[in-house]
T-cell receptor
Framework: DGGITQSPKYLFRKEGQNVTLSCEQNLNHDAMYWYRQDPGQGLRLIYYSQIVNDFQKGDIAEGYSVSREKKESFPLTVTSAQKNPTAFYLC???????????FGSGTRLTVV | AQSVTQPDIHITVSEGASLELRCNYSYGATPYLFWYVQSPGQGLQLLLKYFSGDTLVQGIKGFEAEFKRSQSSFNLRKPSVHWSDAAEYFCAVALSGGYNKLIFGAGTRLAVHP
């Protein structure tokens, strides 16, 4: 069955470290997205990509970076510049038209 | 700017009671409208969507929603709630056409009493 896989499910980061969250999809979707979820704030868009080798900043891109070298993969790096990285991170993908999003099961990142 | 408002942060209902979750949007064009559900620690699952046509749409798990253009609303309803419906519910809108960057509401957390 097709779907989106996020790994790891839980991730711990020390202060000053960069960490990379994995997102892989086998749905043949063109577009992929990263959202951050904090309690009471819904989902906020970090980055999105509509095509390989191209991506755009969302509403809260500062302190994050992404790449889209393959259609199936859209990894997110949380850099040391992100001052408050503890959150639940969700990856999603959608087809080109009338894109209904398919979500991964999320990665919970905690700074220790 | 486009926005989505879910006025109720938290709702508690008794099992078997009816449910209505409110969603209002601010958008100049005709939007695509969605409701998603999230269980704790999980991703989001699509309940239903509205693109065009009949303004009353049916979804999974017995949910339905009605699009009211005059009120800029897309409220989610269920006639009889089950304990397993306890979760967080998100309304979302997207521009019609092309790639759809979704804008989410802040969510409504539903608790179900036995």
């Amino acid at each position: 069955d097709g779907g989106i896989t996020q790994s790891p499910k839980y991730l711990f980061r020390k202060e000053g470290q960069n960490v990379t969250l994995s997102c892989e999809q086998n749905l043949n979707h063109d577009a992929m997205y990263w959202y951050r979820q904090d309690p009471g704030q819904g989902l906020r868009l970090i980055y999105y990509s509509q095509i390989v080798n191209d991506f755009q900043k969302g509403d809260i891109a500062e302190g994050y970076s992404v790449s889209r070298e393959k259609k199936e993969s859209f990894p997110l790096t949380v850099t040391s510049a992100q001052k408050n990285p503890t959150a639940f991170y969700l990856c999603a993908s959608s087809p080109r038209d009338r894109g209904t999003y398919t979500f991964g099961s999320g990665t919970r990142l905690t700074v220790v | 700017a486009q926005s989505v408002t879910q006025p109720d942060i938290h709702i508690t209902v008794s099992e078997g009671a009816s449910l209505e979750l409110r969603c209002n949007y601010s958008y100049g064009a005709t939007p695509y409208l969605f409701w998603y559900v999230q269980s704790p620690g999980q991703g989001l699952q699509l309940l239903l969507k509205y693109f065009s046509g009949d303004t009353l749409v049916q979804g999974i798990k017995g949910f339905e929603a009605e699009f009211k253009r005059s009120q800029s609303s897309f409220n989610l309803r269920k006639p009889s709630v089950h304990w397993s419906d306890a979760a967080e519910y998100f309304c979302a809108v997207a521009l019609s056409g092309g790639y759809n960057k979704l804008i989410f509401g802040a969510g409504t957390r539903l608790a179900v009493h036995p």
